[in-house]
Every structure is written in C-alpha cells, then in structure tokens.
C-alpha cells in the first residue's frame, strides 16, 4: 500500500494505515509493538489498559533509538488523552508523532532516520525544553 495519492486518501482506514506503517517499519528493521482492541460485550472496542494507559501511542518502535507513534485517519482526531501522552513522552525527551496517510514522506524520513541525526534532534529539543522552562521559572 502506498497511501500518498490524492483524494482517496481519506478512504484509507486507520488499521490499513497502521498495517501499512507496521510493514514499511519491519523494512527498516525497527522492532514493532501495537496493543490490540478488544470488543465489549456492548460491542464497542477499547484497548484493555489500566491506570493512565488510555490515549497510549498506537506503536512503540525500537531499533538504536525508541519512536512512539500516533496513527489517524485522514479525518481523525487526538483525544485529550492521546495528546498528554504525546506531551508527557516530548517532555522527557522521548521521540514521539501522530501521523495521518498524508505524512507519508515524513514517516518514510522518521523511520530512515539514521542514530546521528537523531542525537542531534534530541540535543536541539532537550535544549528548547531547557529554554522552555527557564521562561517560565
Ligand atoms: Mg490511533
């Protein structure tokens, strides 16, 4: 699959996305985590979490550094909780997206992404933290 074309984009499902994203991640030999849904005898799915694990990432990737991402259909949206994980995982200094089909090239560069780079982007946001919460001490 190649979601990267025009207006059928918003067509693409967030499980194929995620299916998608999962196999062009075992292509660059990054290690997957994804925690299934489960349906409710009410018929409603939910990811079987406890304590604060609701808005939990979709995927956990890990190769020389840790990814976690957010997966979103075209028209999806975060949840209040999906973005205090995305904030809480940023503030310690831990690489974290949400992507949507369009991203399709930026996923290819995140995933392609080699350990130098990396620590060079992680230096640059450690340091905005730091001047983050210098401003606001
Ligand atoms: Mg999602």
Sequence with gaps: MNPSYGSSLVKVSEAQFQKAVIELAHRFN???AHFKTAQTSKGAWVTPVAADGAGFPDLCLVRE???FIE???EKGTMSDNQLAWGDALRVAGVEYHCFKPRDWDEIERVLLT???EHLRRITELGQEIENQ???AA
């Design 30 to 32: 990054w290690r997957v």
């Design 65 to 67: 550094r840790i990814v």
């Design 71 to 73: 997966l979103k259909a």
């Design 114 to 116: 080699p350990r130098r």
């Design 133 to 135: 919460r210098g401003a």
